[in-house]
């Protein structure tokens, strides 16, 4: 099942067939986007476009978990969009629904043959569309000329995609991941074609923020998230409604120096958010992170720093997926 929270505007006709379950009426014969889809980024989404256009079931065939932890588990992947939020995003494109392939040695031991047999007898896809770098099957032995080949003696349909481009550059999930790791989610947000979100449970901490008048969302995130060090610019959907924000992600080098917490301040809101999830967006960098002298000198900052949320907040006009 995937979030309830960035999911609530998802249509009730969206489906998710899994390894194992029987494909569904809506799904049988439709035209499937194949890839990972990690961060469903403007390229991926053009992929999903050609097949929610080819005038069958629009679907996705996707894999979790990535690829890259099976082949290389000592590796932990920054992921852009884990399984929830990719499901949720996808279910805002006009998708019939998804088949979520779990990636595991039998999966990985396919010929480029076998995997399209899949396709074809197992999924009941009637044609697929496909990035022009893609490689499948075993050792990566198949390409985009071998799927349409394999596709042609199937009786199915072969869409090949062209790269999108931001500016002279491909849009990839490399480089979202990159932006990110520099904290600038203004360019992530480009190339993702949405405000990037993340998915956390407020949990309790010591109730600092509150003493300086600043009260937060205290959120531990995913080991493997490697978002820069800093304040940001964020909206929240505090029950179904959109709340503005400023963030702190880091340590606390003025207090502690202790794990990674993402720390929210929500304008003009008051209640009680622990145990819940949050979906939070993320909108412009505003500085990184720093050690302070004095209590009176962070006061000082902060409110500068809610100010220049307050600022960006108000001129941003980026897509989001979770309003």
Known sequence: ?????????????????????AVPASLRGAMAAIGNFDGVHRGHQHLIGMAVK???????????????????PDKPLFRITPE?????????LGLAGVFLRRFGKDLAALSAEEFVDVLHRDLHVSGVVIGHNFHFGRGREGNPA???????????????APAVTQGTEPV?????????????????????????FLQAEVRHGDKRGRDLGYPTANMRLSDDCRLHHGIYAVRANVGGRTVDGV??????????????????????????LYGRTLDVEFVGWIRGEQRFDGIEALIAQMDRDSAEARRMLAEDDTRSMIE
């Not at 992600?249 to 301040?265: K, Y």
Request: with cysteine; hydrophobic share 40%.
């Open 84 to 92: 929830p939020i990719k499901l949720a995003v996808m279910a805002r």
């Open 54 to 72: 080819s005038g069958r079931p629009g679907a996705v065939v996707t894999f979790e978990p990535h690829p890259r932890a099976f082949f290389q």
């Open 1 to 21: 099942m995937f979030s309830e929270h960035a999911s609530r505007k998802v249509p009730s006709s969206f489906v998710v067939c899994r390894d194992g379950e």
């Open 146 to 160: 071998r799927m349409q080949e394999l596709c042609a003696a199937r009786g199915m349909d072969c869409l090949i």
């Open 247 to 272: 963030a702190s992600f880091g340590r606390r080098p003025t207090f502690d120096n202790g794990a990674p917490l993402l720390e929210v301040h929500l304008f003009d809101f008051t209640g009680d």
């Open 172 to 196: 990839s999930s490399s480089s979202i991941r990159t932006a990110l790791e520099a904290g600038d989610v203004a360019l992530a947000n480009r190339l993702l074609g949405y405000r990037w």
